[in-house]
């Protein structure tokens, strides 16, 4: 017989090896993610440059965020993004599922080129996409070619459309994503279901939104998140292509950030926004899975 | 992805607050301070950005000073200007670090960088750097307003923004005046070329308001400004005319309408490549036009109002400060006095650039012969004045997203102005 300290000792032993299994991984996401979030928000109530010492801001930096004029822009830029990196993505996804799940001939190559631009860094993209918006660039070749040479300008340097044309590239990029998770998702689905629709009487929109569409919900709401995520935290895209422009008609948060951080040497109003932006994507990403939940 | 750049961008501000908080609190000065140089062998870093002219320099200076060697760190622009702060703040900082204002400037109340008004004394500087060129280096101690107070730079190589044009495109001689400018722009618009490059993505657009602003307005309310002097306003007549006439210039198609989306590199291969007939900035680009036009291009400087006004221009130098933390300050000043040498003028036109010391004879043809030429005039009338973006730290966006505005239609001159003189005030005021 093992009394009962014996197994709490075992069982406290055996704790620890776990904890010493786990340690690697935890300090080193202990060191690069959580302590630099806790420190970006002790860095919003200081006031420093970066050199001399800091003072302390209290909740300044906060209103300073809150009263300055280009937050309230940015935000809804970031807003627009959304419906360009994660709604329209996601949708497309649902329809290319929808048709290519019955096995098409040719699926992998299909998935190769729809999934390629997940694999190229966003800057060899946003630089790609430059070229093709230019003013004498394959898209405006292509809107003469089929009599449309009216419309054509540089997209990007557009006052109007420059939002629109970098929500674009987003969604070129993202919506391979969408359709390689939920062309993995439908694979676990069990024909039987489909067979049933079937006998029902069902056609493939039936089968759409009785089986799959059901059966994805989980791939559904993860698509949402990541791609919701990329769209407000978006900056690398930005950057490199319009840097806010024209007239800060495409600014975003994350770009304000590295604004006041690198070229204002403000690192506490820096740290300030980095902290209301992550707030925001706490709100969107909730919002998204309460609305995704499963009905209990 | 996206979570990982600002993940990325965590990490920096993290290391940022790793390295810092070592700054004293009051300016430095040297003491010691002598023309005598050591004779033994000694070695100094130099931390810097713009090659060329730097190396070319370090490597003129070293041939005259045998002894002393300068080993130089290079860093790209733009991560130069993010690390040379937290660079001059470690513990051991480079001896000499070529000078950015925008990254350096709280440099200076931290007591990092020297201020070398003693060297200024002691080598009589005054002679052999033009005032203008030296008075933009100045800063008050808490590195607010600038053109007066200490020095804390001294500059290796000059610049200066002008008009380049294409010899087969702009038929006319240089023009006198502004108004005789116009008229060649519409001469060029007329015979079907687009007058003008434009680079409105990056730094192209407000340097066109700003090479007018230097013709239209006064040039001391202007120097007040970007100086930070109390109560300087950029809302002046002259700059509400010179960006009415960016506005106009776009109205009469002498900018293309992508301006916007143009970044400043490609605004320079669209002239080299014949689009249009003129391009609108500074001589550091005088190298890789000249090598892709030959002798079919030529430069002046934006014409003044009526012919026979004093020249003024906007120009900026490559600069070198000094460590309050070096061992060997007299050596490292030495290397800053070096500049104004007729060995360093020869190395700094032949690298591009104008050189510092204004008397030394120079033989060019071409291009280098135009632009040492219309340089000549400027200096002569003490008219180089900094760019605008050096009045503060978020001005560079402002006039970038403003002239986007401009040029797009769809701001005025007033708005422009008013959202310009907000972020000085937020920083001045």
Redesign the interface.
């Known amino acids: 017989m093992v009394d009962a300290g014996t197994r709490r000792r075992r069982w406290t032993r055996r704790r620890l090896v776990g904890l010493l299994y786990l340690a690697p991984a935890l300090l080193v996401y202990l060191a690069f993610a959580i302590w630099p979030a806790i420190h970006t928000v002790y860095l919003s109530f200081l006031h420093w440059d970066g050199i001399l010492p800091a003072t302390w801001a209290g909740l300044s930096n906060y209103t300073d965020v809150f009263t300055d004029s280009t937050l309230g822009p940015a935000l809804w830029h970031a807003v627009v993004l959304i419906l360009f990196f994660a709604v329209i993505p996601c949708g497309f996804g649902l329809l290319m599922t929808a048709l290519l799940q019955g096995g098409v001939r040719g699926m992998t190559t299909y998935r190769v080129i729809f999934f390629l631009p997940q694999v190229l860094p966003l800057v060899a993209v946003g630089i790609t996409w430059r070229w093709l918006y230019n003013e004498d660039g394959l898209v405006n070749h292509g809107l003469s070619a089929v009599g449309l040479g009216g419309l054509t300008r540089a997209w990007l340097g557009d006052y109007d459309f420059a939002l629109i044309a970098l929500g674009l590239i987003g969604t070129w990029a993202m919506s391979g994503l969408c359709m390689v998770l939920f062309l993995a998702g439908v694979q676990k689905v069990d024909a039987s279901l489909y067979e049933a629709v079937a006998l029902d009487g069902g056609g493939p929109v039936r089968k759409f939104f009785a089986v799959t569409l059901p059966a994805l919900r989980g791939e559904i709401t993860i698509a949402s998140v990541i791609t919701t995520i990329a769209a407000l935290a978006s900056f690398d895209l930005v950057f490199v292509t319009t840097n806010g422009g024209p007239a800060n008609r495409t600014t975003v948060p994350g770009l304000l950030v590295y604004r006041l951080a690198f070229n204002e040497s403000d690192i506490g109003r820096a740290s300030a926004l980095a902290v209301v932006l992550t707030l925001v994507v706490i709100v969107f990403v909730t919002a998204i899975r309460l609305a995704t939940r499963e009905k209990a | ?3 990982k ?3 990325a ?6 290391a ?2 790793a390295c ?2 070592s ?1 004293g ?1 009051s300016p430095a000065a040297p003491s010691d301070v002598s023309k005598d140089l050591t004779t033994e062998p000694v070695t100094l870093t130099l931390a810097y950005t713009d090659d060329p002219p730097t190396q070319a320099l370090v490597d003129a200076f070293q041939a005259k000073h045998p002894n002393i060697t300068i080993k130089g760190q290079q860093t790209p622009f733009s991560d130069y ?2 690390s040379i ?2 660079s001059m ?1 470690s513990s051991t900082p480079p001896d000499i670090a070529e000078y950015n204002p ?2 350096m400037r ?2 200076v ?2 007591g ?1 960088i020297y201020d070398l008004t003693p060297y200024e004394k002691l080598y009589a500087w005054g002679d052999g750097f033009p005032a203008s060129s030296l008075e933009v280096l100045r800063s008050n101690k808490d590195a607010k307003q600038y053109g007066t107070g200490g020095l804390y730079a001294v500059p290796g190589a000059l610049s200066v923004l002008g008009v380049y044009y294409n010899k087969s495109l702009a038929t006319s001689p240089p023009p006198a005046t502004l108004a005789e400018f116009e008229q060649q722009l519409a001469a060029v618009k007329k015979g079907g070329t687009t007058p003008f490059s434009l680079g ?3 730094v192209g657009g407000f340097q066109l308001w700003n090479a007018l602003y230097n013709v239209l307005g006064d040039e001391g309310q202007y120097r007040d400004w970007v100086y930070g002097k109390p109560g300087a306003t950029i809302e002046t007549d002259g700059a509400k005319q010179a960006a009415r006439k960016v506005v106009d210039w776009v109205a009469a198609g002498y900018i ?7 970044a400043d590199s490609d605004a320079q291969a669209n002239f080299t490549a014949g689009k249009s007939a003129y391009l609108i900035t500074g001589n550091w680009a005088a190298d890789a036009i000249g090598k892709a036009m030959g002798d079919k291009v030529g430069f002046f400087l934006l014409p003044q109002v009526a012919a026979g006004d004093a020249a003024v221009a906007s120009g900026a130098s490559v600069a070198y400060s000094i460590s309050s933390k070096t061992k060997h300050p007299n050596e490292a000043a030495a290397f800053l006095d070096f500049m104004r040498s007729a060995e360093a003028a020869k190395v700094q036109f032949d690298t591009g650039f104008m050189p510092v010391n204004n008397d030394a004879a120079i033989t060019a043809t071409g291009l280098r012969a135009d632009i040492a030429g219309e340089f000549k005039k400027v200096v002569a009338a003490d008219g180089i004045v900094p760019f605008p973006d050096f009045a503060s ?2 001005m ?2 402002r006039l ?3 002239t ?2 401009l ?2 239609k ?2 005025t001159p007033e708005q422009f102005l008013t959202s310009l003189q907000e972020s000085w005030t937020q920083y001045h005021g």
């Open positions: 992805m996206r979570t750049s600002i993940a961008a965590a990490a920096l501000v993290l940022l607050s810092a908080e700054g609190g200007v993010k702060k937290l703040a925008g990254a709280s440099l109340p931290a990092l409105g993505l990056q293309p309408s992508s301006a916007n989306a143009t730290p978020n560079i966006d970038t997203a403003g986007q505005g040029l797009s769809q701001s």
